[in-house]
């Protein structure tokens, strides 16, 4: 057997390569962060079918903020989870008028919204977000199962946040 001697350059980029990979192997395996599959189109175009993600886990401590995706025990299936946006948190008024939303009495500019779902279709809605909740919406407002559907999603059915799709390759990225 012939063995060729490891350089320090060799040596570096290897550990720079291995080092994180294990951390991300080891947070996997022990619950920090889960990985998923999107199966429905509620989140388009954030997140497609198909599209795998990465969840990091949250403690009873979490505060969401506005903006952020979770993920979530579905309040109409114990054994569903549904990922969504969060527009409200606790005493935040929640409106919608003529379809478009507002949160405490601004009106909200969307970027991650599609063209196609720049107006809400329903009735004009007000909510006042209860203590110890999140008012959560999907991306793909017009076909989504969210709190327009069921109220508010109580923080304790709140299972973390996504970080990033990791899969297909030229959707890699962080989720904002």
């Given at each position: 057997?012939k063995?060729?001697?490891?350089?320090?350059?060799?040596?570096?980029v290897?550990?720079?390569?291995?080092?994180?990979?294990?951390?991300?192997?080891?947070?996997?395996?022990?619950?920090?962060?889960k990985?998923?599959?999107?199966t429905?189109?509620?989140?388009?175009?954030?997140?497609?079918i198909?599209?795998?993600?990465?969840?990091?886990?949250?403690?009873k401590?979490?505060?969401p903020?506005?903006?952020?995706?979770?993920?979530?025990?579905?309040?109409?299936?114990?054994?569903?989870?549904l990922?969504?946006?969060?527009?409200?948190?606790?005493?935040d008024l929640?409106q919608?008028k003529n379809?478009?939303l507002?949160?405490?009495?601004?009106?909200?500019?969307?970027?991650?919204?599609?063209?196609?779902n720049a107006k809400?279709?329903?009735?004009?809605?007000?909510?006042?977000v209860?203590?110890?909740?999140?008012?959560?919406?999907?991306?793909?407002?017009?076909?989504?199962?969210?709190?327009?559907?069921?109220?508010?999603?109580?923080?304790?059915?709140?299972?973390g946040?996504?970080?990033?799709?990791?899969?297909?390759?030229?959707?890699?990225?962080?989720?904002?």
């Amino acid at each position: 057997m012939k063995l060729k001697r490891v350089t320090w350059l060799r040596f570096t980029v290897g550990m720079i390569v291995f080092i994180p990979l294990m951390g991300l192997l080891i947070a996997l395996q022990v619950g920090w962060l889960k990985n998923y599959q999107v199966t429905s189109s509620s989140m388009k175009p954030t997140l497609m079918i198909g599209d795998r993600v990465i969840m990091d886990s949250v403690g009873k401590d979490y505060q969401p903020e506005r903006g952020e995706v979770i993920i979530f025990i579905s309040p109409d299936r114990q054994d569903e989870l549904l990922a969504k946006r969060v527009i409200g948190i606790s005493g935040d008024l929640i409106q919608i008028k003529n379809g478009f939303l507002f949160l405490n009495g601004e009106e909200q500019v969307e970027m991650y919204r599609s063209m196609e779902n720049a107006k809400i279709n329903v009735e004009d809605t007000t909510v006042i977000v209860e203590p110890d909740e999140v008012f959560v919406l999907g991306d793909n407002r017009n076909f989504s199962f969210d709190s327009l559907n069921f109220g508010g999603v109580a923080m304790w059915r709140i299972q973390g946040k996504l970080k990033m799709i990791y899969w297909p390759a030229h959707r890699m990225g962080g989720i904002h």
